[in-house]
Structures are given as C-alpha cells and as structure tokens.
C-alpha cells in the first residue's frame, strides 16, 4: 500500500470524551485532507492547506464537494435474517420469532443457500457504510464458516458468533442443539476463525463471540456451561454478545416471560451467573469490556449500575423497537448511568441496514419521550453513537472509530449528488448565522440525508472495499 491523500468535508468525533462531552469534541473539517500512510493508518486529519510537505507528492484522491466520514459501526446485526427483513404475520417478538424467523434461519442448513447469504450480507454491510459489525450468526457452522470466509475475502471488520439454542418452541427445532455439542461448536468457532485473519487479536479483523439468542432459547445447564467456556477464553479477546430486555408486553412478553422461566429478580441475572431461582448465584458471570447486550429497552436501575459496573455496553436498535412494537429504551436515563451505548440495526428484526437511519429513528423516538425524558439529540451525539461509541463498544477504541492519527483508516466517502433530495438540503437548507450551529445543521441534514447510493467508497485500514 502507498499513501494516499483523500480530499473532502471532514466530520468525527476527535479524541475519547465521554458521552456527554461530545458535542465539545466534534470535529469540522470543510476543505479537509485525510492522509492514510502505506500501514493503511491515519497520518494527518486536518485543512487542506496543512498538509506536510512530505505527502504533498502523494496521490490524491479529491472527493471535494463530498464528505469523509468515519466508517459506521453496526453493533447489533443478525446474518441469519439477511432475507428475512420485513416479516409479516408474527406480532410482537416472541410471536414474531415463532412464525417468522425461525422458520427462516432454518433455511441456512442449506450449503448453497447460506453460502449465497453470506455474500448478501457483506454485500448489503458495504452498500451501507457499515465498516465493523457485531453479528448474530447462524446455528449451523457451515454457514458461519461461509461469513467469516466471505468477510475475510472482502476485507471487512466483523465480530461473530453462532445462535446457541438449546430450548424453544418447534419451530426453532432445527436451530436446537444438544447441551454438549452448544459448547462444542462455539468451542470449535473460537479455535477456528477468532484472529483467523493475522493471528493476533491486536491487529485482527476478524474476532468471535459467544452468542446464546437470549435466555429463553438456552436452559441454566447452557448458561453455566458458557459461563465456563467464557471465563477459559476472556484472555484471548473473545466477546459475548445476546439480548436484554427487549418487549415487556404485560404478562406475556420476553422481560416477564424470562423473570418467571427463570425465578429472578432481573433479566440481567441470568447472563450474570444469577440465574438460580431467586437470583441465586449458579455459575459464572457472561457480562465485561467486550460484552454487548442488544436492546435494553426496559431495564432496571440495578441492571444500567450493573452493566455500567462491569463495562458491558448496549447496542440501541430504535429501528426494530419501533417494527416490533417493544418500546423506546430511555435515552437520558440510560446514558446517565455511565453505559456506553452504540447504535445498531438488528437487521432483519428492523428493516434498515444503514446506520444514519437508526441515528435518525433515535432523534425520532428520543424527542418524543414524554415529558422531562424527551431529548433533542445534538448531531454529535448521533455521529459519536455510529462510529466511536460503537468501536468503544467493541473494545477497539484504539484502533479505530475515528480520524484521530495513528489509529486505522476505516472511512466512508459520502457524495450528497447522488441523493438529490441530500444535495439540495445541504445547498438549499436555512443555515444559522452562527457558525458553530451552522456547523451542526449541516451534520444534522448529512446524517438524517444519506441513503446508500451516496455512499460511494468504503476503506477498512485504508484499503478500499469493493462490493463484489
């Protein structure tokens, strides 16, 4: 690789401040320059004008009057439902798991079919922008060995890991496996494909987690059994991600359903080696640094003080909230509680792959909380919820998220005249006299804006991404 100079708008969230710092920290680059050196790292982030002699003589790349962004981070995503996105007939979560989704993760037994789906899936992560992804992956190991192959092959970032189940209704029968062989096949995936790429966790793309679907899907035997397994591979970079609290219909949704099943006093217990009867302490604790927990929609205080205790982060998925009718998660009171949450587009339980859309549902949901939980969201609050809040989710911070030097390239280019509708809002649109929310209006009108046809190039460490 040589290095390259790339030309644009420039908008990310500099530095590593915490969630309510911010809006203090976004950066604004209008005739910017994004240098990546010949690691495929960022050397330089600032004005055209500055850029050091020494790479004045580099190709450039002039994407004027487009935008750079950092690559989107897509901390809650299911492989298994690439097709199965605009379910209908199933209700609410656990009918719609039942009558829809079930019966289409089990079509991945299929070689060819999981094979096909898999390309789709990296096809659809690169059209939208999504540089790194925590995946929900598939029961059925040949169709996870079809992903991490093919998100190798495209060079993209992926934490993954199979759906463990070994409970559920009939028509999750195929996706069921027994207790021996839940451990087995998540055993033989992290041997397989975790830092399969360069063999070091430090610089690999490719990393796995431990993923039961959620409570109800696994008994106490498979939670104490993971529990074990987890605590033998912690060392070795190994995630663990599922559900939490997703609907809470009264009396017949997930949040109840799982407080009965299990005898707890809180969902959170069961994935924190709580989950004999009473909260009883059963085994070892799921949660940590590299432990994210989707949705999150209806948590206790003692849940938000115990996830933000042991650093366990949040995937924030408004889309299917919203799709599946389970609720809005309360932003301030989230956030408040020292959580780090980063946005995610549970693909196919919501219906968008592009990450601006789930920040634009979030500015949606959150502004219409009633009364003193209602929010406007700031635009740097959006931006740092799909890039950096997310690569600190991931635990990767330090690698990327942001422009900031020396960490890896991972950008989109963004052309607004590929979307008229974008380009004239961003030429047209009322803009303040005051530069600072000038500045935010027009990230505000970009974010709310992209659709994916304006995205035109993706890099991962400064190598760009084709979609075939």
């Given at each position: 690789?040589?290095?390259?100079?790339?030309?644009?708008?420039?908008?990310?969230?500099?530095?590593?401040?915490?969630?309510?710092?911010?809006?203090?920290?976004?950066?604004?680059?209008?005739?910017?320059?994004?240098?990546?050196?010949?690691?495929?790292?960022?050397?330089?982030?600032?004005?055209?004008?500055?850029?050091?002699?020494?790479?004045?003589?580099?190709?450039?790349?002039?994407?004027?009057?487009?935008?750079?962004?950092?690559?989107?981070?897509?901390?809650?995503?299911?492989?298994?439902?690439?097709?199965?996105?605009?379910?209908?007939?199933?209700?609410?979560?656990?009918?719609?798991?039942?009558?829809?989704?079930?019966?289409?993760?089990?079509?991945?037994?299929?070689?060819?079919?999981?094979?096909?789906?898999?390309?789709?899936?990296?096809?659809?992560?690169?059209?939208?922008?999504?540089?790194?992804?925590?995946?929900?992956?598939?029961?059925?190991?040949?169709?996870?060995?079809?992903?991490?192959?093919?998100?190798?092959?495209?060079?993209?970032?992926?934490v993954g890991g199979r759906g463990i189940q070994t409970t559920g209704e009939p028509s999750a029968a195929p996706l069921i496996t027994t207790e021996d062989d839940a451990i087995r096949l998540t055993s033989e995936e992290i041997d397989k494909w975790h830092a399969a790429d360069t063999g070091d966790v430090a610089t690999a793309l490719l990393h796995v987690a431990i993923v039961p679907r959620f409570s109800l899907a696994v008994t106490r035997r498979t939670?104490?059994?993971?529990?074990?397994?987890?605590?033998?591979?912690?060392?070795?970079?190994?995630?663990?991600?599922?559900?939490?609290?997703?609907?809470?219909?009264?009396?017949?949704?997930?949040?109840?359903?799982?407080?009965?099943?299990?005898?707890?006093?809180?969902?959170?217990?069961?994935?924190?080696?709580?989950?004999?009867?009473?909260?009883?302490?059963?085994?070892?604790?799921?949660?940590?640094?590299?432990?994210?927990?989707?949705?999150?929609?209806?948590?206790?205080?003692?849940?938000?003080?115990?996830?933000?205790?042991?650093?366990?982060?949040?995937?924030?998925?408004?889309v299917s909230q919203q799709f599946l009718g389970?609720?809005?998660?309360?932003?301030?009171?989230?956030?408040?509680?020292?959580?780090?949450?980063?946005?995610?587009?549970?693909?196919?339980g919501g219906d968008e792959w592009l990450i601006p859309q789930v920040l634009a549902a979030a500015f949606k949901v959150h502004i219409s909380e009633p009364g003193e939980h209602g929010v406007s969201m700031h635009p740097a609050e959006m931006l740092f919820t799909g890039t950096l809040a997310g690569a600190r989710a991931l635990d990767m911070e330090n690698r990327f998220g942001n422009f900031d030097v020396g960490k890896e390239a991972d950008f989109i280019v963004v052309e607004p005249a590929r979307v008229p509708a974008l380009e004239h809002t961003l030429a047209q649109g009322i803009r303040s006299e005051d530069p600072a929310l000038a500045r935010d209006q027009t990230l505000f009108a970009l974010l709310m804006g992209i659709r994916e046809p304006a995205i035109t190039e993706v890099y991962v460490q400064g190598r760009r991404i084709d979609v075939a």
């Open positions: 690789m040589v290095s390259q100079v790339h030309l644009g708008h420039i908008f990310h969230i500099a530095g590593s401040p915490a969630a309510r710092d911010v809006p203090d920290a976004l950066a604004d680059v209008p005739d910017g320059a994004l240098i990546i050196d010949d690691r495929g790292r960022i050397a330089f982030c600032g004005t055209r004008s500055d850029i050091p002699d020494e790479y004045r003589a580099e190709k450039v790349f002039d994407h004027r009057p487009g935008f750079l962004l950092p690559g989107f981070v897509d901390t809650h995503v299911h492989f298994p439902q690439t097709f199965a996105g605009d379910a209908y007939g199933g209700g609410q979560l656990l009918e719609w798991l039942e009558l829809c989704i079930y019966p289409a993760e089990s079509r991945y037994a299929e070689v060819e079919f999981a094979r096909s789906a898999a390309a789709e899936f990296c096809t659809r992560r690169i059209a939208a922008g999504t540089t790194a992804a925590m995946v929900f992956g598939s029961a059925f190991p040949h169709a996870q060995d079809a992903l991490f192959a093919e998100t190798r092959r495209r060079g993209l970032r992926m939670l104490d059994n993971l529990g074990e397994l987890y605590d033998s591979v912690r060392e070795r970079g190994v995630y663990f991600h599922t559900h939490l609290n997703e609907n809470n219909r009264p009396g017949t949704g997930e949040v109840d359903t799982t407080k009965h099943a299990y005898g707890v006093t809180t969902y959170l217990d069961t994935y924190d080696g709580k989950f004999l009867p009473g909260s009883a302490v059963g085994g070892k604790s799921l949660l940590g640094r590299r432990s994210i927990l989707a949705h999150c929609v209806h948590c206790q205080d003692v849940e938000l003080a115990r996830m933000a205790e042991t650093g366990t982060s949040v995937a924030h998925c408004p389970s609720g809005t998660m309360p932003w301030k009171r989230t956030l408040a509680s020292g959580v780090t949450v980063a946005a995610g587009t549970d693909y196919g």
